[in-house]
């Protein structure tokens, strides 16, 4: 069977849980060979394994690597996996933290500002940078998929200041590249998902009081789930999307589009 993906070479980062985890197995049933990597050695390993279990046999290529996005050598040495495959088509910069200590502007401390920026946005830039290069150097259409997110486009009484600054951050440098690039057929868009059940978010809403403070503003009334924002990243990875550039591509559940919800 030929899979949407098939031949395409792609890395994954954040890949050990979440979005990254489930994107890497969507990925791997389409027929793309897959570089899934995460800086928790520990996940990733667990991660190789879930997906091998769940997608079975595939035709592709599985190769796990440990990188820590906020390192530019690390992130280039991902792009080096694909050089004998023929060169990085897809790359999907997903890693990202949200701290527990992120909080408004008068109480959120330095240290967790230039942590979150160092993650959410410089390895955003590293990925980018390390996927146009050899995308370049190939002479290669590709598609770069920065995860971006709806707080990037809406204000929350609920503050995570850093958070917040480092999503615009990704919408504006993907809009950026997108336009710079799109003549050589580099498309670049960010995935913006809507609040999500993975640990990232749930971890913070630990009472039903959070939880539904944060529900009665989702029109479908749930959170989201990671394979919904796979499946969109297959979409945006795939020849389907070629003519979808430097969009702010939600999967919100129409959390973007409400005023009031039928809640
Ligand atoms: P997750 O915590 O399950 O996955 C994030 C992964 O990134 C983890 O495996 C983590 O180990 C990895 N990571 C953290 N720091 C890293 C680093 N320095 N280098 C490499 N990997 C690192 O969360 P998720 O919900 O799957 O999040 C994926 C992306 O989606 C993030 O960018 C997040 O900001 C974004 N997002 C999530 C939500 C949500 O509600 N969960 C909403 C909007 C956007």
């Known amino acids: 069977m030929v899979g949407r993906l098939a031949n395409k070479n792609t890395i994954i980062t954040g890949a050990a849980g979440g979005i990254g985890l489930e994107t890497a197995i969507q990925f791997l049933k389409e027929g793309a060979n897959v570089v899934i990597s995460d800086v928790n050695d520990k996940g990733l390993t667990a991660a190789e394994q879930k997906i091998k279990e769940v997608v079975g046999s595939f035709e592709g290529k599985l190769v796990a690597k440990v990188a820590d996005v906020s390192n530019e050598v690390q992130v280039m040495a991902l792009v080096e996996v694909c050089e004998p495959w023929g060169g990085v088509d897809v790359m999907f910069n997903n890693a990202g933290i949200m701290h527990p200590e992120d909080n408004g502007i008068l109480n959120t401390e330095e240290k967790i500002w230039d942590l979150t920026q160092a993650i959410n946005v410089k390895g955003v830039v590293y990925g980018c940078r390390a996927a146009i290069k050899s995308l370049l150097e190939h002479k290669k259409p590709g598609s770069i998929i920065n995860t971006g997110s709806f ?26 590249l997108a336009v710079c690039y799109a003549q050589k057929n580099i498309r670049v868009n960010a995935l ?47 020849d389907e999307s070629s003519y979808v550039t ?18």
Request: net charge neutral; aromatic share 6%; with cysteine.
């Open 151 to 176: 707080v990037g486009l809406m204000g929350a009484a609920t503050p995570q200041i850093a958070y917040t600054a480092s999503k615009g951050a990704v919408l504006a440098i993907s809009r950026e």
């Open 192 to 238: 913006c998902p809507g609040p999500l059940n993975t640990p990232l978010l749930q971890a913070f809403l630990d009472t039903d009081e959070k939880r539904t403070r944060r529900t009665v503003h989702l029109p479908m009334g749930r959170f989201g789930e990671a394979i919904e924002q796979a499946k969109a990243a297959v979409f945006l990875a795939s």
């Open 246 to 263: 430097g969009q702010d591509f939600l999967v919100d559940g129409g959390l973007t589009r409400a005023y009031v919800t039928d809640i």
